[in-house]
C-alpha cells in the first residue's frame, strides 16, 4: 500500500467514523433526555466525544500530509502523533469524565421510557458496527501488507489515527452492550442502581482507552524504533549489499507513520571509495523503499569493526551522507549513532 493510497484509506475511515458519530450522538442524547437513562446520556458524552476526536484526527492526516520544507526537512509526520495526543485527552476529558459524573448522579433516579431506549441502541449499534468494520478492514489490509498478524499489527502501528477510530469504534461496541445491560438490569430489578453502575463502566473503558492511545503517542513523540520485524529487513538489505563486510551498528526512528529514519554504521571492504559508500546508501535507500510500506532516510556510516583495526570512539556521522527519500546525497554532519 503506498503513503498516498494509505492516507487515503485512513480519511475515509475517519470521515465514515465522523458521520456515525455525529448521527449516533443526537440519537443517544434524545433517548437519554426522554427516557431519564443516565447510561444513554453518558453514551450520548461518548459519542460527543469521538465526533470531536474525528476531527482531531482528521486534521492530523491533513496536517501529517503537507510536504517537507527548509524548516521540516524530515516532513511533518510526526503532527499525527500530535492531534491524535489530543484525541486521546477529548475521549478522557469529554467523554469518560461526563460518564463517571452522570452515573454517580443517577444511581438512585429510576429510568422511563425504556423502549426508546432499546430502539436507539439497536439502530446506534448499526452506526457504530459499520464504523468498527471499516477500521478493522483497513487494519487487515495493512498487516497483511506487512505480512503480520492482526493483533501484532494493532500493537505494533505507528499509524495511530486508524488506531484512534479503531479503539474508539471497539470502545463504543461495548459502551451500547453495556448501555443495554444496564437498562435491562434495572427494568428486571427495579434498581436504579444498575443505569448509574452501567454509565460509571462506560467512563473506566473511556479511561482505558484514553490511556492506552495517550501512551501510544506518547511514546511514538519521543521517538520509538522501528519494529524487530522492520529492523530485521533493514539489517538483511545493508549486509547484503555488494561492499558491505558488516554492520558495526543500526538505530532507527519513525518520523511518522509512514516515515523513518535509518542511521547505520557499516563495515565497508578496503576497497570502497567515497563515490562507492555514496551509491550504497541511495541503493540501500531505494531497495528498502521497495520492501518496507515506509518512506525511509538512510544515513551511512562507514566504521570499521574492532577486529580490523582499534577501537573507534563513538562521534557524530562525518561522512558521505545519503538518501533523503529524494534521491539525493550530501556530505556533512548527521548525527551520532
Request: glycine letters at 8%.
Amino acid at each position: 500500500m503506498t503513503k498516498r493510497s494509505s492516507d487515503q484509506a485512513t480519511r475515509r475511515t475517519v470521515i465514515i467514523a465522523g458521520l456515525a458519530n455525529l448521527v449516533v450522538m443526537t440519537a443517544k442524547l434524545v433517548a437519554g433526555v426522554l427516557s431519564g437513562s443516565s447510561a444513554m446520556l453518558a453514551e450520548a458524552a461518548h459519542s460527543f466525544a469521538d465526533t470531536l476526536n474525528q476531527v482531531f484526527l482528521l486534521t492530523s492526516v491533513h496536517k501529517g500530509a503537507k510536504p517537507a520544507d527548509a524548516e521540516h526537512q524530515f516532513g511533518y509526520g510526526q503532527e499525527r502523533y500530535f492531534w491524535a495526543l489530543l484525541a486521546a485527552f477529548g475521549i478522557f476529558i469529554a467523554g469518560a469524565g461526563f460518564s463517571v459524573f452522570e452515573g454517580i448522579l443517577s444511581l438512585h433516579s429510576p429510568t422511563h421510557g425504556y423502549l426508546i431506549a432499546y430502539v436507539v441502541l439497536a439502530v446506534c449499534a448499526a452506526a457504530e458496527g459499520t464504523s468498527f468494520i471499516r477500521a478493522w478492514r483497513q487494519l487487515r489490509g495493512e498487516a497483511r501488507s506487512s505480512h503480520t498478524q492482526l493483533l501484532q499489527h494493532v500493537r505494533t502501528s505507528p499509524d495511530t489515527t486508524v488506531k484512534a477510530a479503531l479503539f474508539e469504534d471497539t470502545a463504543a461496541v461495548i459502551g451500547l452492550a453495556l448501555a443495554a445491560a444496564g437498562l435491562g438490569l434495572e427494568q428486571l430489578t427495579g434498581s436504579p442502581v444498575w443505569d448509574g453502575a452501567a454509565s460509571i463502566a462506560i467512563g473506566a473503558l473511556l479511561i482505558a482507552v484514553a490511556v492506552r492511545l495517550g501512551l501510544d503517542n506518547r511514546e511514538l513523540l519521543i521517538g520509538r524504533a522501528a519494529d524487530p520485524q522492520v529492523q530485521r529487513a533493514i539489517e538483511e538489505e545493508i549486509t547484503q549489499t555488494p561492499g558491505v563486510d558488516g554492520l558495526v551498528g543500526l538505530r532507527t526512528m519513525h518520523l511518522g507513520p509512514d516515515s523513518i529514519i535509518v542511521a547505520a554504521q557499516v563495515d565497508m571492504s578496503d576497497s570502497a571509495s567515497s563515490d562507492q559508500v555514496e551509491q550504497l546508501a541511495d541503493d540501500i535507500d531505494r531497495r528498502l523503499a521497495e520492501r518496507l510500506p515506509l518512506t525511509p532516510h538512510v544515513f551511512i556510516d562507514p566504521t570499521p569493526t574492532p577486529d580490523r583495526s582499534a577501537p573507534v570512539p563513538a562521534s557524530p556521522f562525518n561522512s558521505q551522507v545519503a538518501g533523503s527519500g529524494m534521491g539525493a546525497s550530501q556530505t556533512g554532519t548527521a548525527g551520532e549513532l
